[in-house]
């Protein structure tokens, strides 16, 4: 089996193929996603001859964008690549009235940090002129090479096996604890322990700094560690606010933060209209399994398989693999999970083209019909546009089930 863990190469990104085909047609592009995910990278080895690169994680460069973003954009012309654009927001203005000039596509590529505060400068600016897309750390697929990947299908999973990356139990444990981030996956020999360390350092003290004004820095810590402890469960802000020692309405703007960052999103509950009590609050995942574990204190891939958190972490991974299949190609799927006040659960709902497709996260390598048991009595408005569930699985090749369910092996997404 191929280790992808060994080289200092460029690692292609899946989602070069979006960008070249959004640059054919806006006059402005841009990469969102958590720091260290590639977008720099990414756009630096994508840059097209004649197109300059400045970043503003410069600050001399991000002050003069921000005290002076017309003389910028005059010094700086388009064709242009502007990194960490999120520390001048008033950029976006400027950059509309250049747009507005002469409007051709490929005129400026952006990158940021801070997803949602950057949205309402681009709504209020760009709208109508830029493609954006949405960047994770690396997927399991293009740690194996499969750069151009594809959209996970529910309706033929068979389609969408990487065979290259399956892999046995422990193997996959391990590639959960390292995660996705490029730094690590260049260089073996850096120590995960002091890069996650650095990383969670300048996090703080770079963008949550910049998005808000936090007094205790510890208490937002002891949340942070908080919430990638409960990864894959419900969002219940009382409890983290019992650990950080702070109310639940601080708790409450520090997961935004969180979410505006890219480090964690919120799942919502599968709701339709039925006599049934379904559950109404949100389940919250990490983006990244490696910083997930480190935060949560996990340092040894054996007492991890052998823990309770063993399940919730890998649920977090599929999670993370399912949104990076579909960034991919710049989508977000309508994706839900569903629980109601009996018991039953489902972890994911995929809805797609008039479908509704359960999907079950199992750390099983002997799948059973039994455990898919609530997916066929998930409540919709038509028993027609409910579809053949998947069990996601720890097998090492894929299977049918009764029913004409899949049994899919979780180290092939």
């Known amino acids: 089996m191929k280790e992808p863990r060994n080289s200092s190469a460029y690692m292609s990104r899946s989602l070069s193929y979006k960008v070249s085909e959004l640059n054919r047609f806006y006059p402005c592009i841009m990469v969102t996603g958590a720091r260290q995910v590639g977008k720099s990278t990414l756009l630096q080895h994508m840059l097209p001859a004649g197109m300059k690169y400045v970043s503003l994680d410069d600050f001399q460069l991000a002050d003069y964008a921000r005290k002076d973003p017309m003389g910028f954009l005059e010094q700086y012309s388009s064709p242009l690549c502007i990194d960490e654009v999120q520390y001048a927001p008033d950029l976006f203005r400027a950059i509309k009235i250049k747009v507005d000039e002469n409007r051709h596509p490929g005129m400026y590529w952006l990158t940021g940090s801070q997803r949602f505060n950057m949205m309402q400068g681009v709504s209020e600016s760009l709208a109508g002129r830029i493609g954006i897309v949405d960047m994770y750390s690396l997927s399991q697929r293009e740690l194996y090479g499969d750069a151009k990947g594809s959209v996970f299908n529910p309706a033929a999973p068979e389609t969408c096996l990487c065979k290259e990356s399956i892999c046995n139990l422990e193997t996959l444990y391990e590639r959960i604890m390292l995660g996705g981030y490029p730094e690590i996956q260049k260089q073996p020999q850096l120590p995960?322990?002091?890069?996650?360390?650095?990383?969670?350092?300048?996090?703080?003290?770079?963008?949550?700094?910049?998005?808000?004004?936090?007094?205790?820095?510890?208490?937002?810590?002891?949340?942070?560690?908080?919430?990638?402890?409960?990864?894959?469960?419900?969002?219940?802000?009382?409890?983290?606010?019992?650990?950080?020692?702070?109310?639940?309405?601080?708790?409450?703007a520090w997961v935004s933060i969180l979410q505006a960052s890219g480090i964690v999103e919120l799942l919502e509950p599968y709701h339709v209209n039925t006599t049934k009590r379904l559950a109404k609050t949100p389940k919250v995942y990490f983006m990244d399994t490696g910083l997930c574990c480190w935060l949560a204190g996990w340092r040894n891939t054996a007492t991890l398989m052998e823990s309770n958190y063993a399940g919730a972490i890998l649920e977090t991974w599929v999670y993370g693999q399912l949104m990076r299949s579909y960034a991919s190609e710049g989508k977000r799927p309508i994706i839900s999970y569903y629980r109601d006040h009996d018991g039953a659960e489902v972890d994911f709902i995929i809805e797609e083209n008039g479908g509704i497709y359960p999907m079950e996260v199992k750390r099983s390598g002997t799948p059973s019909d039994n455990d898919l048991r609530w997916c066929r009595n998930i409540p919709v408005a038509s028993w027609a546009t409910l579809k053949a569930p998947i069990l996601l699985c720890t097998i090492e090749d894929l299977r049918g089930m009764p029913h004409g369910a899949t049994a899919f092996p979780i180290s092939g997404m």
């Open 192 to 252: 995960t322990y002091d890069f996650f360390r650095d990383y969670v350092q300048t996090y703080v003290e770079r963008d949550v700094r910049q998005l808000t004004k936090i007094t205790d820095e510890a208490a937002f810590m002891r949340m942070l560690r908080s919430v990638a402890m409960r990864t894959g469960q419900q969002l219940v802000y009382s409890d983290l606010a019992r650990d950080a020692g702070v109310s639940s309405k601080t708790v409450a």
